[in-house]
């Protein structure tokens, strides 16, 4: 396959190249598989996608490069900056302050998720670091699922938006740390309290600060601007794109910045927002380039039998850690112990952030990288797609699906 590959590169050189129409032919494929697999087997759509990516990247599909680097990398962290900027546009500040509540589930669902991943690795013998870097990814649930299970089964409702919610704040401490903690690999390391929490101020600090840019720069056009226009969404797209390149550059987190962006701009703004059609479609696009991206370059990882049962243990426990987090600090949130329940379970996905925290592991450290990886990328395609499928059950049984006949698709 790989000679049949090379001969077809050197022929579709002087136009396109052969990733172009790769990539372009995985999209169509996927596009096709993702909708039938929703209208006859009622699955997720992005289960459809999650197949096509394994099964190519299975098949030696050379069109993503590990660790990830390149336009590879940029439109992966576009992809979940678009998400992350829609799902901090949802949220509103003032929230927070009547139901203190749900930031305190946050951070049990968050140190819980932490110190059951970490314990389970090292249970199993991992090197701490490892275990270390492993747990971070883990405290993240994916935004980016949650949003296609969300158009998808078109929910709506206390489980919905409360695991909305807590994915956009686990996606705020993990990038903030895992960035941090990148630089001090990259730096050598650090022991002194002091030298651990600069990087994370820094990271935070500069994300605030290009996360504002963006929010003003988009209130101030919103003011002359139809915010169901067109033009409007190219102006989100190229100004999160500016800012994802801007905020990486100097030391940022690019998806961090986007989801303060969303978050500020909610506040600026706080009217409901009526996303432009042209947005969505453009953030259906590359939702749909980062489930095959994660899946191709999960598939391609080196699966060692000897991890499986790491990895599988590793799995359960981050699921039992998020909902013993949100149960725990359920009382006073508004929601009833089963609406709490589903939000915990709805909280498994792991996909395309989980993957970009990953890479920046992998670069940072060279060495370190390959051992994260072997553990950390097999459980994210895992949990891509039994984690979509079972947040997508959870919406249902919750009843916050206004999706027709989905009373058919629940069973």
């Not at 576009?78 to 946050?106: C, D, E, K, Y």
């Not at 100004?239 to 500020?264: C, E, K, N, Q, V």
């Not at 450290?365 to 039994?386: D, K, N, T, Y």
Request: glycine residues 10%; contains cysteine; proline residues 5%.
């Amino acid at each position: 396959m790989l000679d049949f590959m090379a001969i077809w590169g050197q022929w579709l050189r002087p136009s396109a190249g052969l990733p172009t129409v790769q990539w372009s032919l995985l999209l169509a494929i996927a596009a096709v598989v993702g909708h039938l697999g929703q209208r006859h087997l009622a699955l997720p759509k992005l289960v459809g996608y999650s197949a096509v990516g394994a099964l190519a990247g299975w098949a030696g599909f050379s069109g993503a490069a590990w660790p990830l680097q390149g336009i590879g990398l940029f439109l992966l962290e576009l992809g979940v900056s678009v998400v992350l900027f829609q799902t901090g546009g949802r949220i509103a500040l003032r929230w927070f302050r009547h139901n203190p509540m749900v930031l305190l589930q946050s951070l049990l669902e968050a140190a819980f998720t932490y110190a059951a991943v970490y314990a389970t690795l090292r249970w199993f013998d991992v090197r701490p670091a490892v275990a270390d870097a492993v747990a971070l990814v883990a405290i993240v649930s994916s935004p980016a699922v949650l949003s296609q299970v969300v158009s998808d089964t078109r929910g709506a409702g206390p489980v919905t938006e409360r695991a909305i919610v807590l994915s956009a704040l686990g996606a705020l401490y993990a990038l903030t740390v895992v960035a941090a903690r990148a630089g001090l690999l990259n730096g050598g390391g650090e022991t002194r309290l002091a030298g651990l929490l600069y990087p994370v101020l820094v990271v935070l600090g500069l994300s605030v600060v290009v996360g504002a840019v963006i929010a003003l720069a988009l209130r101030l056009a919103l003011q002359t601007m139809n915010p169901a226009s067109e033009n409007t969404a190219i102006l989100l797209v190229t100004t999160i794109a500016a800012g994802t390149a801007l905020a990486a550059h100097f030391g940022g987190s690019a998806p961090l910045a986007a989801l303060l962006a969303g978050l500020l701009l909610k506040q600026l703004h706080p009217r409901p927002w009526a996303w432009p059609r042209q947005l969505g479609m453009a953030a259906s696009l590359l939702l749909m380039l980062s489930f095959l991206l994660v899946s191709v370059v999960a598939a391609q990882a080196d699966w060692n039998p000897a991890v499986a049962s790491t990895v599988l243990a590793c799995v359960a426990a981050r699921s039992v850690a998020k909902v013993a987090g949100v149960l725990l600090a359920n009382p006073g949130s508004g929601t009833s112990w089963r609406q709490a329940l589903g939000t915990g379970l709805a909280m498994a996905p792991l996909s395309s952030l989980a993957l970009l925290l990953v890479s920046q592991v992998a670069v940072a450290s060279p060495a370190l990288g390959p051992r994260v990886a072997a553990i950390a990328l097999p459980a994210i395609l895992l949990m891509e797609v039994f984690g979509a499928i079972l947040a997508t059950f959870v919406i249902y049984q919750a009843g916050e699906s206004s999706r027709a006949g989905d009373e058919a698709l629940r069973g």
